[in-house]
């Protein structure tokens, strides 16, 4: 069992009475450790339990935000129907898109398409991921000493057109419209009236959901690297044992 930091645990604990909370989380590197093939990844059973065990607590709000398409995050995720899911970092929300899509940026979008398929091709290792308004190009698998020139020359091949980017670990997603946990993460709040906020998260696109805590509310950062979150941890092991004290500390 995790040991978690004791100024989170703290934390968790205090931010558990409050009257009505809202619990999120990134999925990939969060609740679901990363893994070479997207498609195998799943959550951990631990951190499964205890999102569903909060999702069904009185006032308790759970999600999952991910740049994922919603598809994939609802096969993948296996979320029991009161998580709420959203995709494709904000833009899909399990009640619609956030977003119309316009036949002018569907075409655009395949163009993305073809051109980043096209590139893939010279990369091998290098995979794209399309999505109802984006396209990603991971280099994960590539040969290390390939990748950035990979990601590099993704760029460069659309750097002007009228897209949004967003950067990742090993990946950059290119999207005809703009996409935001971070306004993602405050609509939830909004809609479900929330006096505080918990998410998890490891990825530099999560740094927007961070950006948008305020006072009271507790983010949490998995993983190395600069974050915006107060809090961090080490693993997908230890937001599972986080989840867990939430649902316990709730409960009671």
């Known amino acids: 069992m995790s040991v978690l930091p004791e100024d989170l645990h703290r934390a968790l604990i205090d931010v558990a009475g409050v009257p009505r909370l809202l619990v999120a989380s990134d999925f990939d590197g969060t609740v679901a450790p990363i893994v070479s093939n997207p498609g195998d990844a799943r959550p951990l059973p ?4 205890a999102l569903a065990a909060l999702a069904a607590l009185e006032s308790t709000v759970t999600a999952l935000i991910s740049g994922r398409a919603l598809r994939d995050l609802r096969t993948l995720s296996g979320a029991p129907a009161d998580v709420h899911l959203v995709g494709s970092h904000g833009s899909e929300f399990d009640a619609g898109f956030a977003e119309a899509v316009d036949e002018a940026r569907k075409a655009l ?3 993305l398409e073809r051109t980043m398929t096209a590139l893939a091709q010279r990369y091998p290792g290098a995979t794209v991921e399309i999505k109802p308004v984006s396209v990603a190009f991971h280099v994960r698998n590539a040969a290390p000493a390939l990748a950035q020139q990979a990601l590099d020359d993704a760029l460069d091949a659309v750097r002007d057109w009228d897209i949004h980017i967003t950067e990742g670990k090993a990946v950059r997603e290119f999207a005809v419209i703009d996409t935001d946990k971070g306004a993602a993460l405050a609509q939830l709040r909004g809609l479900n009236d929330a006096n505080a906020v918990v998410f998890f ?11 948008s805590l305020t006072d009271g509310d507790v983010g949490v950062k998995v993983g190395p690297g600069q974050t915006l979150a107060r809090y961090r941890v080490d693993s997908p092991d230890d937001v599972a044992a986080a989840l867990a004290v939430l649902a316990h500390a709730r409960q009671r």
């Not at 631990?46 to 339990?49: H, I, L, N, S, V």
């Not at 998260?201 to 950006?211: C, H, I, N, P, S």
């Open 46 to 49: 631990a951190a499964a339990d």
């Open 109 to 111: 979008l395949a163009e």
């Open 201 to 211: 998260g490891d990825d530099v696109t999560d740094e927007k959901a961070f950006r």
